[in-house]
């Protein structure tokens, strides 16, 4: 039974560019939720996306988007990257909301 | 607004011996209480989920406890080893308003065990 998982795990990119990673979630998980954490700090909440739309939404601006598909797999993208979005991106799914999360191992975004 | 704190920061201890990580939030509205490990640059492995109607969870070597009224929780290893150095983190699940989806995490503590 696989996990949670993500693509790519490691990514290299400029500032002003744009990027996406990708999430599946564990088998029979319908809801996912994205986390930025940057180096020695704990995970901030980007968004969590339920049947298709973004339920809840955290701190994190409107360069910030997502999607998610009827496979319940996700997207999240991030427009005119600045140096400061450089951190491991983690992807985390449950069976609702409210249930406890299951994470992937990330995806780590260097910005040069 | 809900704030999570962890102290230390980071911890090294020698093999074998017992120990203690704290961690403490400022609203006590909450759904649970959830310790994580994470080893370096890997994700978050569920180590204890705590509900808030509960006081202590235990797994094997590890026992995180819970009060809620005053806003702290521990995690507590005993006889610890080596392939416990990992980063511990905390988060909890607020009941504020429409924030149950999400995970509010500490910033971590960082614990190295020597042989």
């Known amino acids: 039974d696989a996990g949670v998982t993500q693509s790519p795990t490691h990514l290299i990119k400029t500032r002003g560019q744009q990027v996406t990673l990708r999430c599946s979630p564990k088998?029979?998980?319908?809801?996912v939720s994205w986390y930025q954490q940057a180096l020695g700090q704990g995970p901030q909440f980007i968004f969590q996306y339920y049947e298709e739309e973004e339920r809840q939404r955290g701190n994190f601006p409107d360069r910030f988007s997502g999607h998610q598909f009827p496979n319940y797999s996700s997207e999240l993208n991030v427009n005119a990257l600045l140096l400061g979005d450089s951190a491991l991106y983690l992807c985390?799914?449950?069976?609702?909301?409210?249930?406890?999360?299951?994470f992937g191992d990330g995806t780590r975004l260097s910005i040069l | 607004k809900q704030e999570v704190t962890q102290i230390p920061a980071a911890l090294s201890v020698p093999e074998g011996e017992n120990l203690v990580l704290n961690c403490s939030f400022t609203d006590s509205a909450i759904y649970n209480l959830q310790w994580f490990r994470q080893d370096p640059g890997k994700g978050l492995t569920s180590l204890l989920l705590?509900?808030?109607?509960?006081r202590e969870q235990t797994s094997g070597r590890l026992n995180a406890s819970l009060d809620k009224s005053s806003g702290r929780s521990t995690l507590y290893i005993a006889a610890s080893q080596p392939g416990d150095s990992a980063t511990y983190l905390c988060a909890v699940r607020s009941r504020r308003g429409n924030q149950g989806g999400k995970l509010i995490f500490g910033q971590g503590t960082e614990l190295s065990v020597k042989p």
């Open positions: 985390a799914s449950s069976f609702g909301s409210n249930q406890p999360q299951h």
């Open positions: 705590i509900q808030s109607s509960q």
């Open positions: 088998s029979g998980h319908d809801t």
